[in-house]
């Protein structure tokens, strides 16, 4: 199975990623905590993505095209999180997968207002050593500003600032959203209701798949 989860920014696509991948056995592939690796270590794609990521803009197509060629396992079976982004990755993708003889199953669009989507983003913790993703009233960690699984503390995240989150919701509205036609027409795209509390969200994503 090859998923898409598709949907602005905080709508909780990882927080469900990670869970729905670890039940089903597929791999989970967010190309921004790909790319926030990178920046970390340093790499010569961490340091061309980093002021783009700073600003709340998107990474040129080609890098990600590249990434994402470099990390797609040969038999599929991925959740793609956070990509496509623009069209020409979607037709990228595509291109790809055609390649592969693979397909894409379906795309998942999480759907939540904008007072939802800030006040997820403005809460959001995340720990920079393993990666879990906690929120400080919704998911909160058991010891305050601790991570659960590895005991680093938690940090927030640069671009989930308000100045930053701003542009980011524009570029989602600009560059992102034209994709849900691009599925739609295929009719491979179906609305998941993200406004809801997490394990509400995760019952109807597994409905939506059965
Ligand atoms: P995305 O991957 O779409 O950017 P995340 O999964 O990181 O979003 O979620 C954004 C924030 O919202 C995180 O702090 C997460 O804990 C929280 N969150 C995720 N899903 C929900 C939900 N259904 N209800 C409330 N908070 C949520
Ligand atoms: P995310 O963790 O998905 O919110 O992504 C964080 C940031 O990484 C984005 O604001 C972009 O700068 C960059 N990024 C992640 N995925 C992509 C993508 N598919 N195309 C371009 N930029 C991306």
Known sequence: MNLIFLGPPGAGKGTQAKRLAKEFDLKHISTGDILR???????????????????????PDELIIALIEEVMPEGGGVILDGFPRTIKQAEALDELFDKKSLKIDRVILFDAPDEDIVQRLSGRRTCPSCGAVFHVKFNPPKEDEICDRCGTKLIQREDDKEEVVRKRLEVYRKQTAPLIEYYEKRSILVKLNASKGIEEVYGELLSLLR
């Open 37 to 59: 690796d990178a920046v970390k270590s340093q790499t010569p794609l961490g340091m061309k993505a980093k002021e783009y990521m700073d600003r709340g803009e998107l990474v």
